[in-house]
C-alpha cells in the first residue's frame, strides 16, 4: 500500500539533500505568518506571486509532515524486538 503512494517520490543523493534549504521553526512561523498576511493583503501583490501555489505547497508540506511522523513510528515498531515470554512453571 505503502509504494502505490510513493510511486512520485524522487530518491535523492546525499549530496543533493544536503544542498537543499531546509525550514526550521522559525522560518516556518515565518512563512506561515507571511502567507496569512498576504491572503489577507492580496491585493497589493504583484501578479508575478502566486499565493495560491505557496499556500498549496504549504498544504503539502503539512501532509507530508503527518506521513513523515507515521512512518517513523512504524518504522520504530517494526525494528523494535517483540518481547519474548519465558514459560513459567
Known amino acids: 500500500m505503502l509504494e502505490r503512494h510513493a510511486v512520485n517520490l524522487v ?42 501555489e505557496a499556500q498549496r505547497n504549504l498544504a503539502q508540506f503539512d501532509l507530508l509532515r503527518t506521513r513523515a511522523a507515521r512512518l517513523e513510528v512504524r518504522w520504530a515498531r517494526s525494528t523494535t524486538p517483540s518481547p519474548t515470554w519465558a514459560a513459567t512453571s
Open 11 to 52: 530518491n535523492l543523493s546525499t549530496a543533493d539533500r544536503r544542498s537543499l534549504n531546509k525550514m526550521d521553526d522559525k522560518s516556518e512561523t515565518f512563512c506561515r505568518q507571511a502567507l496569512r498576511v498576504l491572503d489577507q493583503n492580496h491585493h497589493v501583490l504583484p501578479p508575478t506571486l502566486y499565493l495560491a
